[in-house]
């Protein structure tokens, strides 16, 4: 790589092999994978806060579904682990070319260093489709979660209205105002009509009761 004037993000791995000069003298391939497992290491940190996130979101789903901030905030989640996951990729092709016998430039001795640094980017990569995978099923989890609390909703109200009903129509027939009706003229016609208002609806509710609706 090239850079121009001083650069700070490589200087903890600097100082840390700085130290250590009979490390350094296995020389610029040693070197070349000391910034390579120091890249690797420095995208755990970043993997590890996105999947406490990622832990909150998905306790949150079994509990309620997600609103529209939340929503946008997985989709967010999904994005950036998308482009630490196109920056990871290439990683894995890097190390792999060095750690191939065609590539004279780096000694044999070091094939195992770059093969270490091979399993870390490919845990990594692993580690972000995983919590990739864990948002596609809290998205899925937290709108089925809101159809079945509209299904549930849905079934009470259809509920009550089939009980409410039930008065609704004998009120109506009664209140038709015509002359000439049988029950009008009878001494227990109103008795009888709201016993059965009550009988039926009670029935209902029984039953809409029983099957899980109310």
Not at 97 to 121: A, C, K
Not at 172 to 177: F, L, Q, T
Request: net charge negative; with cysteine.
């Amino acid at each position: 790589s090239v850079r121009h004037g001083a650069s700070t993000s490589y200087g903890r791995v600097r100082q840390h092999w700085e130290s250590c000069p009979s490390v350094l003298a296995k020389g610029q391939d040693f070197i070349l994978y000391a910034i390579l497992d120091f890249i690797v290491d420095n995208y755990m940190p970043v993997i590890e806060a996105i999947a406490d996130e990622v832990d909150s979101i998905e306790d949150m789903v079994l509990v309620r579904p997600m609103e529209q901030e939340e929503i946008e905030r997985l989709y967010v989640l999904r994005r950036d682990l998308l482009r630490l996951r196109n920056a990871a990729g290439p990683l894995v092709d890097v190390c792999r070319r060095l750690t191939s016998p065609d590539l004279t430039q780096i000694g044999p001795e070091m094939h195992s260093y770059f093969r270490d640094v091979t399993d870390h980017i490919r845990g990594v990569e692993e580690k972000i489709d995983a919590l990739r995978e864990v948002l596609a099923f809290a998205f899925e989890t937290s709108l089925l979660m809101g159809q079945a609390q509209s299904t549930a909703v849905a079934k009470k109200l259809a509920s009550w209205a089939a009980i409410l009903a039930v008065p609704t129509a004998l009120a109506g027939i009664y209140g038709m105002n015509f002359k000439y009706m049988p029950e009008l003229d009878s001494h227990w016609g109103y008795y009888a009509v709201v016993g059965t208002m009550v009988t039926v609806c009670t029935i209902l509710y029984w039953r809409f009761r029983r099957s899980g609706w109310l």
